[in-house]
Protein backbone atom coordinates (compact mmCIF):
# COMPACT_ATOMS: atom_id res chain seq x y z
CA UNK A 1 0.00 0.00 0.00
CA UNK A 2 2.56 2.19 0.94
CA UNK A 3 6.26 2.06 -1.54
CA UNK A 4 8.98 4.45 -1.37
CA UNK A 5 12.10 4.40 -3.39
CA UNK A 6 15.14 6.89 -2.90
CA UNK A 7 13.50 9.22 -1.37
CA UNK A 8 15.51 11.80 -0.26
CA UNK A 9 14.03 15.51 1.14
CA UNK A 10 16.53 18.92 1.51
CA UNK A 11 15.21 21.56 3.27
CA UNK A 12 16.93 25.18 2.03
CA UNK A 13 16.64 28.08 4.67
CA UNK A 14 18.35 30.86 2.86
CA UNK A 15 21.98 29.25 1.53
CA UNK A 16 22.10 26.27 4.20
CA UNK A 17 20.45 23.41 3.46
CA UNK A 18 19.71 19.92 5.63
CA UNK A 19 19.27 16.82 4.09
CA UNK A 20 16.52 15.09 6.20
CA UNK A 21 16.34 12.24 4.38
CA UNK A 22 18.42 10.15 1.98
CA UNK A 23 17.88 7.52 -0.40
CA UNK A 24 15.17 5.93 1.89
CA UNK A 25 13.53 2.92 0.26
CA UNK A 26 10.58 1.07 2.35
CA UNK A 27 7.37 -1.03 2.06
CA UNK A 28 4.91 -1.41 4.10
CA UNK A 29 2.05 -3.53 3.65
CA UNK A 30 -1.76 -3.07 3.90
CA UNK A 31 -2.64 -3.72 8.10
CA UNK A 32 0.98 -3.56 9.05
CA UNK A 33 2.24 -2.44 12.83
CA UNK A 34 5.25 -0.44 12.22
CA UNK A 35 7.53 1.32 15.06
CA UNK A 36 9.60 3.93 14.13
CA UNK A 37 12.43 4.93 16.03
CA UNK A 38 15.73 7.24 15.93
CA UNK A 39 17.46 9.89 17.91
CA UNK A 40 15.97 13.13 17.87
CA UNK A 41 16.57 14.62 14.10
CA UNK A 42 17.39 11.17 12.47
CA UNK A 43 14.25 12.07 10.25
CA UNK A 44 11.48 10.54 11.69
CA UNK A 45 8.87 13.50 11.47
CA UNK A 46 10.12 14.41 8.00
CA UNK A 47 9.15 11.06 7.20
CA UNK A 48 5.78 10.73 8.93
CA UNK A 49 5.20 13.93 7.10
CA UNK A 50 5.77 12.84 3.80
CA UNK A 51 4.04 9.67 4.23
CA UNK A 52 1.26 11.66 5.64
CA UNK A 53 0.93 13.68 2.30
CA UNK A 54 1.57 17.22 4.59
CA UNK A 55 5.57 17.50 2.66
CA UNK A 56 6.69 15.93 -0.52
CA UNK A 57 9.98 14.95 -0.84
CA UNK A 58 12.90 16.90 -2.95
CA UNK A 59 13.08 13.40 -4.71
CA UNK A 60 12.43 9.67 -4.91
CA UNK A 61 9.40 8.32 -5.21
CA UNK A 62 6.35 7.56 -3.12
CA UNK A 63 3.58 5.67 -4.58
CA UNK A 64 0.13 5.12 -1.87
CA UNK A 65 -2.13 2.82 -3.33
CA UNK A 66 -0.95 2.72 -6.83
CA UNK A 67 -1.03 6.64 -6.69
CA UNK A 68 2.53 8.18 -7.40
CA UNK A 69 2.02 11.47 -5.06
CA UNK A 70 4.23 13.24 -7.24
CA UNK A 71 1.85 13.50 -9.86
CA UNK A 72 -1.09 14.78 -7.53
CA UNK A 73 -2.11 18.72 -7.15
CA UNK A 74 -1.98 19.67 -3.60
CA UNK A 75 -5.78 19.53 -3.98
CA UNK A 76 -5.58 15.87 -4.77
CA UNK A 77 -3.44 15.56 -1.77
CA UNK A 78 -5.20 16.78 0.53
CA UNK A 79 -7.97 14.95 -0.79
CA UNK A 80 -5.95 11.63 0.07
CA UNK A 81 -5.09 13.07 3.64
CA UNK A 82 -8.85 13.62 4.37
CA UNK A 83 -9.92 10.22 3.12
CA UNK A 84 -6.90 7.78 4.11
CA UNK A 85 -5.09 9.33 6.70
CA UNK A 86 -5.43 9.34 10.33
CA UNK A 87 -2.85 11.32 12.15
CA UNK A 88 -2.08 11.56 16.10
CA UNK A 89 0.13 13.99 17.66
CA UNK A 90 2.38 14.12 20.95
CA UNK A 91 0.61 17.21 21.93
CA UNK A 92 -2.45 15.95 21.08
CA UNK A 93 -3.64 19.13 19.15
CA UNK A 94 -7.24 19.39 19.98
CA UNK A 95 -9.48 22.76 20.03
CA UNK A 96 -9.69 24.45 23.51
CA UNK A 97 -12.82 25.78 24.27
CA UNK A 98 -14.23 23.52 22.58
CA UNK A 99 -15.98 19.84 23.20
CA UNK A 100 -14.57 16.72 22.82
CA UNK A 101 -17.44 16.16 20.35
CA UNK A 102 -17.17 19.14 18.42
CA UNK A 103 -13.33 18.41 18.15
CA UNK A 104 -14.62 14.78 16.82
CA UNK A 105 -16.67 15.87 14.46
CA UNK A 106 -14.07 18.60 12.79
CA UNK A 107 -12.74 16.45 10.08
CA UNK A 108 -15.61 15.46 8.87
CA UNK A 109 -16.65 19.46 8.26
CA UNK A 110 -13.87 18.99 5.70
CA UNK A 111 -14.98 15.98 4.47
CA UNK A 112 -17.96 17.40 3.74
CA UNK A 113 -20.05 15.04 6.27
CA UNK A 114 -24.13 16.07 6.95
CA UNK A 115 -24.21 17.63 10.25
CA UNK A 116 -26.44 14.68 11.46
CA UNK A 117 -23.90 11.86 10.18
CA UNK A 118 -20.92 13.85 11.88
CA UNK A 119 -22.78 13.68 15.25
CA UNK A 120 -23.34 10.16 15.22
CA UNK A 121 -20.41 8.92 14.05
CA UNK A 122 -18.11 11.27 16.35
CA UNK A 123 -20.66 9.62 19.35
CA UNK A 124 -19.94 6.23 18.02
CA UNK A 125 -15.91 6.79 17.96
CA UNK A 126 -15.71 8.56 21.37
CA UNK A 127 -18.09 5.64 22.96
CA UNK A 128 -15.41 3.29 20.91
CA UNK A 129 -12.61 4.80 22.52
CA UNK A 130 -14.24 4.68 26.40
CA UNK A 131 -15.21 8.25 26.59
CA UNK A 132 -18.98 7.83 25.70
CA UNK A 133 -19.48 9.73 29.18
CA UNK A 134 -17.38 12.39 27.92
CA UNK A 135 -18.23 13.80 25.12
CA UNK A 136 -19.08 17.43 26.11
CA UNK A 137 -16.02 18.27 27.78
CA UNK A 138 -13.70 20.34 26.92
CA UNK A 139 -10.02 19.29 26.40
CA UNK A 140 -8.84 20.85 30.02
CA UNK A 141 -11.53 18.68 32.10
CA UNK A 142 -9.61 15.81 30.70
CA UNK A 143 -6.67 13.98 31.51
CA UNK A 144 -3.68 13.39 29.57
CA UNK A 145 -4.85 9.68 28.50
CA UNK A 146 -8.18 11.14 27.56
CA UNK A 147 -7.10 13.83 25.55
CA UNK A 148 -5.09 11.35 23.60
CA UNK A 149 -8.58 8.92 22.54
CA UNK A 150 -10.41 12.18 21.69
CA UNK A 151 -7.31 12.75 19.21
CA UNK A 152 -7.59 9.02 18.08
CA UNK A 153 -11.05 9.25 17.83
CA UNK A 154 -10.70 12.51 15.49
CA UNK A 155 -8.48 10.52 13.82
CA UNK A 156 -10.70 7.60 12.78
CA UNK A 157 -14.13 9.29 12.10
CA UNK A 158 -12.90 9.17 8.42
CA UNK A 159 -12.35 6.07 8.55
CA UNK A 160 -8.79 5.79 7.44
CA UNK A 161 -6.56 2.88 5.79
CA UNK A 162 -3.43 4.20 7.94
CA UNK A 163 -3.08 6.15 11.31
CA UNK A 164 0.32 7.94 11.35
CA UNK A 165 1.23 8.39 15.37
CA UNK A 166 3.97 10.75 16.62
CA UNK A 167 5.30 9.84 19.80
CA UNK A 168 1.53 9.48 20.66
CA UNK A 169 2.62 8.53 24.55
CA UNK A 170 5.25 11.16 24.92
CA UNK A 171 3.56 13.00 26.92
CA UNK A 172 1.23 10.32 29.18
CA UNK A 173 2.02 7.97 32.41
CA UNK A 174 2.71 4.79 32.14
CA UNK A 175 -0.49 4.01 31.97
CA UNK A 176 -2.18 6.16 30.10
CA UNK A 177 0.61 5.41 27.64
CA UNK A 178 -0.31 1.83 27.40
CA UNK A 179 -4.23 2.47 27.42
CA UNK A 180 -3.46 4.64 23.91
CA UNK A 181 -1.71 1.37 22.99
CA UNK A 182 -4.42 -1.19 23.15
CA UNK A 183 -6.19 1.34 21.43
CA UNK A 184 -3.53 1.21 18.31
CA UNK A 185 -3.24 -2.86 18.54
CA UNK A 186 -6.98 -3.18 18.44
CA UNK A 187 -7.22 -0.72 15.66
CA UNK A 188 -4.63 -3.26 13.91
CA UNK A 189 -6.93 -6.09 14.74
CA UNK A 190 -9.66 -4.55 12.61
CA UNK A 191 -7.04 -3.71 9.78
CA UNK A 192 -5.84 -0.31 10.16
CA UNK A 193 -2.04 0.13 9.29
CA UNK A 194 -0.56 1.74 12.23
CA UNK A 195 2.96 3.70 11.88
CA UNK A 196 4.10 5.30 15.09
CA UNK A 197 7.18 7.32 15.90
CA UNK A 198 8.67 6.43 19.35
CA UNK A 199 11.49 7.59 21.67
CA UNK A 200 10.79 4.51 24.28
CA UNK A 201 11.76 1.28 23.33
CA UNK A 202 8.77 -0.36 25.08
CA UNK A 203 6.47 1.31 23.15
CA UNK A 204 8.40 0.30 19.94
CA UNK A 205 7.76 -3.43 20.66
CA UNK A 206 4.11 -3.37 20.90
CA UNK A 207 4.48 -3.13 17.12
CA UNK A 208 5.00 -5.66 14.60
CA UNK A 209 7.62 -4.23 12.97
CA UNK A 210 10.48 -1.98 13.89
CA UNK A 211 12.43 0.84 11.09
CA UNK A 212 15.26 2.47 13.17
CA UNK A 213 16.15 6.08 11.19
CA UNK A 214 19.59 7.81 11.78
CA UNK A 215 20.62 10.74 9.78
CA UNK A 216 17.76 10.40 7.08
CA UNK A 217 18.76 7.09 6.69
CA UNK A 218 17.14 3.21 7.89
CA UNK A 219 19.85 1.59 9.83
CA UNK A 220 17.77 -1.36 10.50
CA UNK A 221 14.31 -2.80 9.85
CA UNK A 222 13.25 -5.95 11.34
CA UNK A 223 10.31 -8.06 12.00
CA UNK A 224 9.42 -8.30 15.75
CA UNK A 225 9.07 -11.68 16.42
CA UNK A 226 7.16 -12.22 19.51
CA UNK A 227 4.29 -9.72 18.71
CA UNK A 228 4.15 -10.79 14.65
CA UNK A 229 3.40 -14.20 16.44
CA UNK A 230 0.74 -13.00 18.87
CA UNK A 231 -1.21 -12.23 16.21
P1 LIG B 1 13.13 13.76 14.01
O1 LIG B 1 11.67 13.75 13.84
O2 LIG B 1 13.77 12.40 13.91
O3 LIG B 1 13.57 14.50 15.24
P2 LIG B 1 13.11 15.66 11.82
O4 LIG B 1 12.51 15.01 10.64
O5 LIG B 1 12.27 16.61 12.62
O6 LIG B 1 13.76 14.55 12.75
O7 LIG B 1 14.40 16.45 11.37
C1 LIG B 1 15.43 15.91 10.53
C2 LIG B 1 16.42 17.01 10.23
O8 LIG B 1 15.78 17.96 9.37
C3 LIG B 1 16.89 17.80 11.44
O9 LIG B 1 18.23 18.16 11.20
C4 LIG B 1 15.97 19.00 11.47
O10 LIG B 1 16.57 20.08 12.13
C5 LIG B 1 15.76 19.25 9.99
N1 LIG B 1 14.43 19.85 9.72
C6 LIG B 1 13.21 19.28 9.96
N2 LIG B 1 12.22 20.07 9.53
C7 LIG B 1 12.81 21.16 9.01
C8 LIG B 1 12.31 22.34 8.37
N3 LIG B 1 11.00 22.54 8.21
N4 LIG B 1 13.22 23.25 7.92
C9 LIG B 1 14.55 23.04 8.08
N5 LIG B 1 15.08 21.95 8.64
C10 LIG B 1 14.24 21.02 9.11
P1 LIG C 1 9.77 15.68 16.96
O1 LIG C 1 9.98 15.91 18.42
O2 LIG C 1 8.49 15.03 16.61
O3 LIG C 1 10.95 15.08 16.27
P2 LIG C 1 10.65 18.27 16.17
O4 LIG C 1 10.64 19.09 17.42
O5 LIG C 1 11.92 17.75 15.63
O6 LIG C 1 9.57 17.12 16.33
O7 LIG C 1 9.94 19.10 15.02
C1 LIG C 1 8.64 19.61 15.15
C2 LIG C 1 8.30 20.23 13.80
O8 LIG C 1 9.17 21.31 13.50
C3 LIG C 1 8.43 19.22 12.67
O9 LIG C 1 7.22 19.18 11.93
C4 LIG C 1 9.58 19.70 11.82
O10 LIG C 1 9.26 19.64 10.43
C5 LIG C 1 9.78 21.14 12.24
N1 LIG C 1 11.22 21.41 12.39
C6 LIG C 1 12.14 20.62 12.97
N2 LIG C 1 13.37 21.15 12.88
C7 LIG C 1 13.24 22.33 12.23
C8 LIG C 1 14.13 23.34 11.81
N3 LIG C 1 15.45 23.25 12.03
N4 LIG C 1 13.64 24.41 11.17
C9 LIG C 1 12.33 24.49 10.92
N5 LIG C 1 11.42 23.57 11.28
C10 LIG C 1 11.86 22.49 11.92
Known sequence: MIEIKNLSKIYKTG???VTALKNV???IEKGEFVGIMGPSGSGKSTFMNIIGCLDRPTSGLYVLDDKTIENM???????????????VFQSFNLLPRTSALKNVELPMVYAKVSAKE??????E???WVGLGDRT???PNELSGGQKQRV??????????????ADEPTGNLDTKSGEEVMEIFKKLNKDGVTIILVTHERDIAEQSKRIV???DGEIISDELNDREAKLK
Open 25 to 27: TLK
Open 151 to 164: AIARSLVNQPAIIL
Open 73 to 87: SDNELAEVRNNKIGF
Open 136 to 138: HHN
Open 125 to 127: ALD
Open 212 to 214: TFR
Open 118 to 123: RRSRAL
Open 15 to 17: NIS
